[in-house]
């Protein structure tokens, strides 16, 4: 039977979930290491109940460790989420499994058995004493993962300055030894004896009883759109770069540099570049836009704005154009933020931009401006791409791994998308942050503690919580 409320939404006047009786293991994987994995393992974890916590690469952070500020309230990134990496670190229940991946769950609601695959870090955390000599004498480098690739990094490395674990790691891929068979110098200056090239990777299988998914997004490489020179003029950049340029910590210590040739040549960024007076951020890019991706990636908009406010922060006296399609400030205090930028001269063109082209030294920016109803251009020094928001590659095989659906997309689908927007189709399975689809830093820190809040309610009672699939409900 069906009602109406208030809101024009049917509704069904029974419950849309009952309790299946289960011995439920009160274990908890979570998989995945950004700020909605570790807002629900500390949630979990907080209420005496142990967390597995599997990342990935050889930290945890996410991608919100390599932002310079977040939106509207310009609080400084790594002050909200450092503490909380410190507390993941140190919370004795939680057990994390850094350069870990899941590879099998076998089992029900309640009693699932895990197979998780430990790569090794070829460093033992247990003696290493954060020496650094190692990274110092070590000869190979590689492009930053934590810089987005603006700055460089050695084999042997710690992925930042605040990871957690706060430890060195060997990057096979990068490594002299393991590309030639030659150098294991790391091996022989470390005082401690910590590092060990031929540890081999292993597994080990656990037993939870609720799993969290907090797997996150992949950003769109902006080079797809080719249109826009990404990758072959300088001075383009992704807004993952722009994020490290702008931060204390990256390659010009904050400072908004233009590229420079360095002492051997090569195009770098760096303290001695020229700043940029003029500066482009070019909004939708692989988002909404049916060659890539039809969805809105719900953050682009607001951080373009960002950027565009510190910008001006930091060169008052610099020109920001921001291209935009339709300005999305849906969030609090969002569309408040983009009323401030507005008055700090920030000029704000609405119109699809079509293309980016060299000139000269510079960069023009081939545009429609809609609301004057004119084709326009407007040579700058840099431009921003901001880029949208796109399942990981691996989002289907995580999908079939666990027996969760997604969409066509990739993005792992909730039951309900009003009700148990954080649940997936599968009893014992909950979703948190960015692997079901867009979303902003508040979002996903809420959804993660709504998982954790429903996986705390099947320890405490020993049932799992079934949701019934939806489909009578209706929005008009
Ligand atoms: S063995 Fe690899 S990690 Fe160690 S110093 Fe040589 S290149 Fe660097
Ligand atoms: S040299 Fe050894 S002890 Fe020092 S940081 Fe490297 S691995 Fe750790």
Not at 12 to 32: C, M, P, R, W
Not at 202 to 230: C, H, L, M, W
């Amino acid at each position: 039977m069906t009602g109406n409320n208030n809101r024009g939404v049917l509704f069904k006047e029974h419950s849309d979930y009952q309790f299946i009786d289960a011995k439920v293991n009160s274990n908890t994987l979570v998989i995945g290491g950004g700020i909605a994995g570790i807002q629900a393992s500390l949630e979990v974890a907080n209420a005496g109940y142990q967390v597995y916590l599997v990342e990935k690469s050889g930290t945890i952070g996410g991608h919100m460790a390599m932002f310079d500020k977040t939106f509207p309230t310009l609080d400084c990134a790594a002050c909200i989420l450092t503490p909380k990496m410190v507390e993941v670190g140190q919370n004795p229940n939680i057990k994390l499994m850094t350069l870990s991946e899941v590879k099998e769950v076998r089992g029900a609601p309640g009693n699932f058995k895990v197979k998780i695959e430990m790569k090794t870090r070829r460093v033992d955390i247990a003696t290493c004493i954060g020496c650094g000599i190692c990274t110092e004498k070590c000869p190979a480098r590689a492009p930053s993962e934590f810089d987005a690739g603006i700055s460089q990094r050695k084999a042997i490395y710690i992925p930042f300055p605040q990871a957690v674990p706060n430890k060195y790691l060997v990057d096979k891929d990068s490594c002299t030894y393991f590309k030639t068979g030659k150098c294991r110098v790391c091996e022989k200056v470390c005082p401690a004896g910590s590092v060990k090239l031929d540890d081999k990777d292993s597994e080990i299988e656990i037993e939870v009883g609720n799993i969290i998914v907090a797997t996150g997004f992949k950003p769109f490489d902006p080079a797809r759109a080719e249109q826009f020179g990404y990758g072959r003029y300088k001075n383009v950049l992704a807004p993952l770069q722009f994020e490290r340029l702008i931060n204390a910590s990256g390659p010009t210590a904050g400072q908004i540099k233009m590229q420079t040739q360095d002492k051997k040549g090569k195009w770098v960024y760096s303290t001695d570049g020229n700043e940029p007076e003029s500066v482009a951020i070019i909004h939708c890019v692989g988002s909404r836009d049916h060659n890539y991706n039809k969805h809105c990636s719900r953050v682009c908009c607001m951080y373009s704005l960002k950027f565009a406010h510190l910008i001006k922060e930091k060169l008052p006296n610099a020109e920001v154009f921001e291209y935009y399609i339709d300005m999305r400030a849906f969030g609090k205090g969002y569309e408040e933020f983009y009323q401030r930028i507005k008055e700090e001269g920030v000029h704000i063109i609405r119109g699809r931009t079509a293309k980016v082209e060299e000139a000269g030294n510079r960069l023009k920016i081939r545009s429609e401006d809609i609301l004057a109803g004119k084709l326009i251009e407007q040579n700058v020094d840099m431009v921003i791409l901001s880029a949208g928001l796109e399942p990981r590659e691996n989002a289907k095989n995580i999908a079939g791994m666990l027996d969760v659906s997604s969409d066509e997309t990739g993005w792992l689908t909730e039951v309900n998308d009003k009700s148990a927007p954080f649940v997936s189709n599968r009893p014992g399975i909950y979703l948190a942050g960015t692997c079901q689809g867009p979303k902003d830093i508040p979002d996903s820190v809420a959804q993660a503690s709504a998982a954790a809040a429903v996986v705390l309610q099947s320890i405490g009672s020993g049932k799992i919580k079934k949701y019934v699939a939806d489909t009578t409900a209706t929005s008009l």
